[in-house]
């Protein structure tokens, strides 16, 4: 249409793109890696998830001996299950009450920890080439 | 009749239509129906799950539970918490990231096999029936308790609400309608367990096992409901029996119900079997649901669905301390529940049975059940989208591109099911029906969420195998628990709660088969594996 005033225009958009490409270059290469599923991507992606099943994990482990034992508890010493807290017996306080702020507070822990595992996975990423 | 009930029901049905119509003007694509476009924010996110979660089992079921069996069953409300920290530990957000919308999705995302998801969709249409028709009973169950009315009708009406409210709002709507029943739910529970805490104190604080015995509180009269012995005298059905206040509450043969000591103290005659498979099957089942998982594609990414599970594990424990309440109260105020067997109703009798018939018993009354119809109406509104959802993409096959029309559909096709098998199936165990539901899903779903998360060596093969051993097995044990005889000794432990075995069963042969098969890895792994773990700011 108008062939007259682009012809400064496309060349100085050209240079804006090329150095911010050229800015971004590092960045550029690991995230190739991760797309293109180069040994090196693949390594990030699997540390990772190994940091993130690691947590699941150690958690539940925490879960299950906490609460899983309670059963096997109380059958092995009845006297456990007869004491009483502020005149009620301490089964009921401990799964009527306490085990859901409990859980609650195993959840909350695990979401800290799990952004702080993809924050530093993003950082490594993004890292600058050294 | 309580003349504070009619007005609140209506009220209750009147809201949940009009914020469904109310949404309707903003549902005008089908991903609106389906997904509710992404646009939810996490708060109202997770009470939307929550509220779709507490079904009728939670509200009634528990402390019904409770009443009858004490601490033992406690591990239901933990197992039903507990659940949302599996989920949310193992699932949450790689699901979220993996774009699946339903579980027949996740298997095509991760495995691409079309015979993997049929067997899914077969799944997911069975849980949802299988959570589905014990709603319906336990609104006709009430519908008959409170108005004295018919069975058929309680069932019928919210049948046909349901159906409307999925049809004309679909999921925009829901989030709405959801997040408003947790809180309406949590209410009818929470105020009037104030004032019968305060009438507990004002009575002297009656102890709830007293040793000599429980006692009628105030002159009562109870109907037998079977053939049955009292205190070693025999009793017809439909025989009245009356007694004063004071009187000691005599144990009816029929009526399966611990006490004193079996009720207060762990152990009782549930078999550590029967109590870790219980744990098993709720800790694991509730990522196997399908109208839970559904409601995760409604989270813009994986990070706020992790922040949304969390919340939805702090609104749904603060709502399991207020059941237990109700039960142990019940044991005072409402014993001759344990003569009559109908436990299950002591959430919407207490507040009469307490406080008495006056204005604010009666109001209160109304409250618990209009927290009741609340839900049985969200839990099977979410069932009734998550199986219409499948029914839509996988039976119709019109693929997410089709229109309103076909969804609305396939929402009357799910529906009809189970609306025609709760009135025709009255007398199955509530509560019994919704745990073996978990089980099913926690020997199908769990093993290959968790497997195709986080295991890059599962294929197709295997995943096939494992969820038709452990489901499959898992199946055949509700179906003879539901329809065959009644069992005695370990098998009736190994098929009433078969978790246990059949979970494990599942994970094993899902390893087995795929190690087995292990070139028919996806070729796609990695890639596959970057989308669900890696966060979204970094997708190329």
């Not at chain 2, 197992?79 to 949310?88: D, M, N, P, R």
């Amino acid at each position: 249409m108008n062939a007259e005033d682009p012809s400064a225009a496309p060349r100085r958009t050209r240079v804006v793109l090329g150095e911010a490409a050229a800015r971004r270059r590092p960045t550029d290469r690991t995230r190739s890696d991760l797309a293109e599923q180069t040994p090196v991507g693949e390594a990030l992606v699997k540390g990772l998830m190994r940091a993130q099943l690691a947590l699941a994990l150690r958690l539940a482990l925490v879960v299950v001996t906490a609460l899983g034992a309670l059963p096997l508890l109380f059958a092995v010493a009845p006297g456990v299950a007869a004491v009483k807290v502020f005149g009620v017996h301490l089964p009921w306080v401990l799964l009527g009450v306490l085990s859901f702020p409990f859980l609650i507070g195993v959840g909350w822990a695990y979401v800290r920890w799990a952004e702080r595992n993809e924050q530093d996975f993003i950082a490594l990423i993004r890292r600058p080439e050294q | 009749m309580n003349p504070y009930l009619v007005p609140s029901l209506i009220v209750v049905i009147l809201v949940t239509v009009g914020i469904g119509v109310y949404g309707l003007r903003f549902a005008r694509t089908t991903s609106d129906f389906l997904v509710a476009s992404r646009s939810v924010s996490p708060s109202w996110n997770a009470a939307a799950i929550s509220g779709e979660y507490l079904s009728a089992a939670s509200f009634l079921g528990v402390a019904g539970l409770i009443l009858r069996y004490g601490v033992d069953v406690l591990w239901y409300p933990v197992g039903f918490a507990a659940g949302y920290l599996a989920l949310l530990l193992f699932v949450a957000a790689p699901l979220r990231r993996s774009g699946a919308f339903t579980l027949p999705d996740f298997c095509e995302v991760r495995l691409g096999s079309p015979l993997l998801r049929r067997l899914a969709s077969v799944f997911v249409v069975f849980i949802g029936c299988l959570y589905l028709v014990p709603q319906l009973q336990g609104a006709g169950l009430t519908f008959t308790t409170v108005t004295g009315g018919s069975y058929a009708w309680g069932a019928l009406l919210v049948g046909v609400v349901v159906t409307a409210n999925v049809a004309l709002g679909g999921m925009r709507a829901i989030t709405f309608v959801q997040a408003f029943q947790y809180w309406l739910k949590l209410t009818a529970l929470a105020v009037p367990v104030i004032f019968l805490a305060l009438q507990w104190q004002s009575d002297g604080r009656p102890l709830v096992t007293p040793e000599a015995g429980a006692t009628f509180p105030i002159a009562t009269t109870v109907t037998i409901e079977q053939d049955a012995t009292v205190d070693g005298v025999p009793v017809e059905e439909g025989q009245q029996l009356s007694f004063a206040a004071g009187d000691p509450v005599p144990v009816v043969s029929t009526v399966d119900a611990n006490f004193g000591a079996d009720w207060l103290l762990p152990g009782g005659d549930g078999t550590l079997f029967a109590t870790y498979s219980l744990i098993l099957a709720t800790f694991l089942g509730t990522m196997g649901l399908p109208h839970v998982l559904v409601r995760f594609y409604t989270n813009p990414d994986g990070a706020s669905a992790r922040r949304t599970t969390l919340v939805v594990l702090g609104l749904v424990g603060t709502f399991y301390l207020l059941p237990t309440l109700y039960g142990v109260l019940g044991r005072i105020y409402t014993p001759q529940l344990l003569m009559t067997g109908r436990t299950d109703a002591v959430v919407l009798l207490l507040p009469e049975a307490a406080l008495g018939a006056g204005h604010l018993g009666r109001l209160l009354g109304a409250l618990v059940t209009a927290g009741a119809l609340a839900a049985f109406l969200s839990t099977s509104s979410g069932l009734l989208t998550s199986v219409a959802g499948v029914v839509f993409t996988d039976v119709l096959r019109v693929g997410r591109s089709g229109s309103i029309r076909d969804f609305r559909l396939a929402t009357v096709l799910a529906a009809s099911v189970p609306v025609m098998l709760s009135l025709y199936v009255s007398n199955m165990d509530v509560s019994r029906v919704v745990g073996l539901a978990f089980a099913v899903a926690a020997s199908s779903f769990c093993p290959l969420l968790v497997l195709g998360i986080w295991w890059r060596r599962l294929t197709d093969v295997g995943a096939i195998a494992g969820v038709l051993a452990g489901g499959g097995a898992s199946m055949a044990a509700v179906l003879i628990t539901v329809l065959g005889p009644p069992l005695d000794g370990w098998p009736a432990d190994a098929i009433g709660q078969p978790a246990a075995w059949t979970v494990p069963l599942a994970f094993l042969v899902m390893i087995a088969g795929s190690l087995l098969t292990s070139r028919r890895v996806p070729h796609d792994i990695g890639a596959t594996m970057l989308r669900l773990h890696a966060p979204e700011s970094l997708r190329v």
